[in-house]
C-alpha cells in the first residue's frame, strides 16, 4: 500500500474563503458607525458655519462696509431659505432691503451647506428668514418672509429632511 504525506506550504481555498468571510462582516460592521458618525460631523460643521456667518455679518455692519459706488456704510443681511442648503449674505443701502442683486443690492457671500444637509425647518413656521444688521452698531432686525419682523427664531439644520434627533442642529436667533 502507498501512503503519500502531504506537505503544504500555502492556505487552502476553504481557509482563504473564511479568512475573506471575516474580513467582509468586519468591514460592514465598521461602515455603519463611520457612516453615521460622518453625517453627524456634516450636520454639526454646517450648523457652526451658519452661526459663524451671522457673527460675520454683524461684524462687517459694526466695522463700517462702505457700499460701493457710495460713502455709506452698508447694512448686511443673511437669508436662510427653506429646503434649501445655500445661505446668502448681502450688502444694500440703508433704507432697502432685497434679495436680488440691483443698484442697491450685492451679494457679498453665497455658501452651500455641507453635502445632504439642508435647512429643514423655521420656527414660527415659513419659507424664508431674513436677518439684517444695521450699521454701523450691527442691531439685528430679523424678519420672516421678507415683511413681518420678530423677535425670536429658530432654524432647523438637518441631514437630509431629518428633523429630530441627532442628526438635526437648531440654531436660535434671538435680538
Do not use: C
Not at 413656521?125 to 429658530?154: C, H, L, Q, W
Amino acid at each position: 500500500m502507498f501512503h503519500f504525506t502531504r506537505k503544504t506550504n500555502g492556505f487552502t481555498l476553504i481557509e482563504l474563503m473564511v479568512v475573506i468571510t471575516i474580513i467582509g462582516i468586519l468591514f460592514v460592521g465598521s461602515y455603519v458607525p463611520y457612516d453615521y458618525y460622518s453625517r453627524l460631523s456634516k450636520v454639526r460643521i454646517s450648523a457652526e458655519r451658519v452661526h459663524q456667518t451671522l457673527e460675520n455679518a454683524k461684524l462687517l455692519a459694526q466695522n463700517g462696509l462702505i457700499f460701493s459706488g457710495t460713502s455709506k456704510n452698508a447694512n448686511v443681511g443673511v437669508l436662510f431659505e427653506k429646503h434649501s442648503n445655500v445661505v446668502r449674505m448681502f450688502a444694500f443701502i440703508p433704507g432697502t432691503r432685497s434679495i436680488t442683486e440691483n443698484e442697491n443690492t450685492e451679494i457679498l457671500n453665497t455658501f452651500h451647506l455641507e453635502d445632504g444637509v439642508n435647512i429643514t425647518t423655521f420656527s414660527p413656521d415659513n419659507d424664508k428668514i431674513f436677518v439684517e444688521f444695521s450699521a454701523p452698531k450691527g442691531e439685528m432686525e430679523i424678519y420672516r418672509n421678507m415683511t413681518e419682523t420678530g423677535a425670536n427664531f429658530e432654524i432647523g439644520i438637518g441631514w437630509k429632511t431629518t428633523t429630530n434627533g441627532a442628526l438635526y442642529k437648531t440654531i436660535k436667533i434671538e435680538r
